[in-house]
């Protein structure tokens, strides 16, 4: 375990929360209200990624992709969903 890398990795996921939520991430969970309308469209459309529940036989996630995920879709808002 390595404290400094650790660290500048939660530095660098904050700055992101902070990029495409704005400071209110740092306050609170995200909620769907944070969403834009085209992120939501993607929600309600059913596509997205999904990561299972449980792992494979040697302990691996397991990602699911349904349809195209939407890929006319704005990069930054599929990036939101996640």
Do not use: C
């Amino acid at each position: 375990f390595h404290a400094a890398k650790a660290a500048k990795r939660m530095v660098k996921f904050l700055d992101l929360l902070v990029e495409y939520y704005g400071p209110v991430a740092l306050e609170r969970p995200i909620q769907l209200s944070d969403l834009g309308k085209e992120a939501t469209e993607i929600l309600r459309a059913g596509q997205t990624m999904q990561i299972l529940p449980f792992r494979d036989r040697s302990g691996r996630r397991i990602l699911t992709v349904v349809t195209d995920f939407g890929l006319h879709y704005n990069y930054d808002s599929r990036v939101k969903l996640y």
